[in-house]
């Protein structure tokens, strides 16, 4: 680079908006900004959008990655004051008004006019994180493809096991976490192992595959109410899956997990595969921003902002989506969506009216649904007043999962490449790349050690 | 594993026929023998076949890795005869008829009756295995995302990059070898610069790309005939690719390659991108197996065999594909397959008639024909007396494709997605991996200690 300030400044004349994530809070919010008179940067970690509740899909071998992760250049493409960076943000300077960015292996700094941090949130392990290595987390494409080799793995290395002992530990698939995420991997396991892998092995039957959904809580996806939070038990029921409510996991080892009931009785489950679905924790940006303006941070790195979502003291800083701690919003798309189009408007408002200190109103979330699918032709779904679950659930999170998607262009094979996999029986993704392979190996080879 | 001898010779008072290799060669020798009295296991590194002439697209972005390379054990689920083992073939005892392999982390020793060995080619750097950090080959599903990860991450650095010298080194993009490999991947990254990237970028325009392609002969696609070989390089003048014969390449480092023609003169090309198509070199099990036989193994690594396919003074060992010397047959799929039924039609007979050294018949390749695609509708094909280029070489390319692919079930979505690609403007896999970007930093940092 020539110099601190780079390329991402080059229009400086105008009012500058940097955007830190592509998720759905800083697409929507660049999106609102599109056709105004100023410049905008987003900035990602990685080069594509990733499309978050269908990432449980790429995980389980029905979509691709590129399914679920347009790139985030190709859906700004036709927003001409927009550009694009790739790259971590180390560090935000509140009073210099800028931002140091790792670039492709290169420090570059960034000015703002005007920021919203929209990072989103990561897997958290409650101080657990030595649980990460035998239990990955579902946040990134990375974490999805690295699930989708260890569960297809593992049923490879059942049929390789003449231990019956041994080989069942490779069948225990445990879930932990029974959120959205957690019931959509339960159930779709349990569905690859009941008809996708029928015939494929020769020494076991994959149906016979034990599929374990463990939470610390007294209900499944409480968000939804007593009644769904019900069919979703009934629906894992129907598919043979084991659900362990009020059930604290205490260790995550290699070869299980161990978990604490509330009366103080515990419970071991010998697994080979162990997926992490229980707490999210926000990006460290949110204790940055915290640090740096006094904000109040709480136990999960989210920033106590201002009713408008500004960073206290800081009218030009807006947080948006799972980074806030806000009037107890949920952590869903939703709230990221219309957090950015709020941060966005107040900002377009401003520069249009050409005074930077109009404030901002309060933001109002407007709860459109919640939606889960159990498996194939089942889902819950939780729209306004309406609460339904079974194929009608099933019939609206097809349609509303299609109306996104189809926001984006080109996403025609995504839909075309589901339907075909809810209606056959096809897993097409079910590519172990040999870097997993050997890099399971040396994990091996080390422990050995 | 309980011991020597593991699940894989479980049906052993049946002939033993163990197949190597799961490509072209393997699968159609499995498919004669699914319903003969023998137990068949088939042996290979991955858990999937590839579909070798469509990775070009997978490179590019167009197909997903899912969408060409099948699960073989999803391939091979409906013969009862046949199980999968997944592992590397560290050794082969001709005289004990045995096998190790490092199956998942253990040592495993098989034991076989017949044996076709089908393990196919590597790349060959031709000595140099050093340019092979520098310049990924193109024949597995990782080098495949590698070299995805490389060519979108290029333009990606492009555009950060200020110094107008070093961007034209980020958008400079080097094929080495006129293969069909070779053609196909120039005329994509050609297409995708620009199509596809079209108003993705703000710092460049991504059509202003270089495309290279460097050959040491005097002619692209020799095999397909002179004519066709012209209409490969005018297709590719077309595109706006730069084509380089008489060029052969004596080094490659990070910056660039150097190239030398016959009259002594030199060329040296400053490009981060550098893909290695130039040359194949059979599986190093064609040495372990002239050493253990006495057979003569070539400067490539293939094995002088008998016109019958069996490895000399080894009836029961048969050889096809890639790793064969015989009247010059050319590395392709069709001579895969055609050996893989022969050796199979062989070993079957024998089995049914009971005699197990009934003397083989010499393998005769029947030519079905040569294709490759240049650029969206334009492919040239050369197939019995037919020689086309153009269009209608292109629907031919499609047609044969086309055929091969729904061999396999629920390809469907491939055909369907690939088609979605090739009209539109679309490539859908442009996902770089986060652990591809950290890949990439840290060598980058290696570089400047």
């Known amino acids: 680079m020539t110099g601190p300030t780079a390329a991402a400044n080059a229009g400086a004349t105008r009012h500058r908006v940097v955007i830190i994530g592509a ?20 900035i990602d970690r990685t080069n594509h959008h990733l499309f978050q509740p269908l990432l449980y899909q790429v995980a389980t071998g029905i979509l691709s990655e590129g399914d679920v992760a347009p790139p985030i250049r190709d859906v700004l493409r036709k927003y001409r004051n927009t550009e694009v960076l790739i790259g971590d943000v180390t560090t935000i300077d509140l009073e210099r008004r800028t931002l ?16 919203i941090v929209a990072a989103g949130a990561g897997q958290s392990y409650f101080g657990h994180s030595d649980f990460s290595r035998w239990a990955p987390g579902m946040k990134s494409i990375d974490d999805a493809l690295e699930i989708r080799g260890r569960i297809f793995g593992a049923f490879e290395m059942a049929e390789r096991e003449t231990d019956p002992a041994k080989r069942r530990e490779w069948l225990t698939f445990v879930i932990v976490g029974g959120g959205p995420t957690g019931v959509e991997m339960a159930g779709q ?38 009644r769904l939070s019900g069919k979703a038990l009934s629906g894992l029921h129907k598919l043979g899956v084991e659900v362990h409510l009020n059930s604290l996991v205490t260790n995550v080892d290699e070869n299980g997990i161990d978990a604490k009931a509330p009366d103080g009785s515990t419970m071991h489950i010998e697994a080979q595969t162990k997926i ?26 989210r920033v106590k902002v201002n009713p408008d979502l500004t960073l ?21 798309a939703e709230v990221a ?15 249009e009216t050409g005074n930077p200190n109009l404030p901002a109103k309060a933001f109002h979330y407007r709860n459109l649904g919640d939606l889960a699918t159990i498996s194939r032709f089942q889902a ?27 926001g984006f262009k080109n996403r025609v094979a995504t839909v075309f490449n589901w339907f075909i996999a809810f209606v056959g029986r096809g897993r097409p993704q079910r590519t172990i790349t040999r870097q997993q392979v050997l890099a399971r190996s040396v994990l091996q080879q080390q422990d050995r050690q």
Chains 1, 2 share one sequence.
């Open 189 to 226: 396991i349990a569905e690859l192992s009941h008809r996708s892998l029928h015939r494929n092995f020769r020494h076991f039957d994959p149906a016979t595959a034990r599929v374990v959904l463990v939470d610390a809580g007294d209900a499944l996806i409480p968000a939804f109410g007593k």
């Open 276 to 301: 992490w679905a229980a707490g999210v924790e926000a990006s460290s940006l949110g204790k940055l921003l915290g640090d740096g303006s006094g904000a109040e941070v709480d136990r999960t790195g």
């Open 312 to 332: 206290p003291g800081h009218p030009e800083v807006f947080l948006v989506g799972d980074m806030i701690n806000l009037n107890k919003l949920p952590g869903v």
């Open 100 to 115: 140091n960015v790792v670039n492709l292996g290169e420090d570059l700094e960034v000015e703002y006019d005007s920021l």
């Open 23 to 42: 998720g759905f809070g800083g697409l929507f919010a660049a999106r609102v900004l599109k056709n105004a008179p100023l410049s905008v940067t987003v």
């Open 337 to 351: 969506m219309q957090g950015g189009m709020h941060a966005a408007r107040t900002i377009k408002h401003r520069v």
């Open 380 to 406: 819950v779904a939780h729209i306004g007043p309406i609460k339904v679950a079974g194929f009608v659930g099933w019939l609206l999170w097809m349609f509303v999962h299609l109306t996104f998607l189809t």
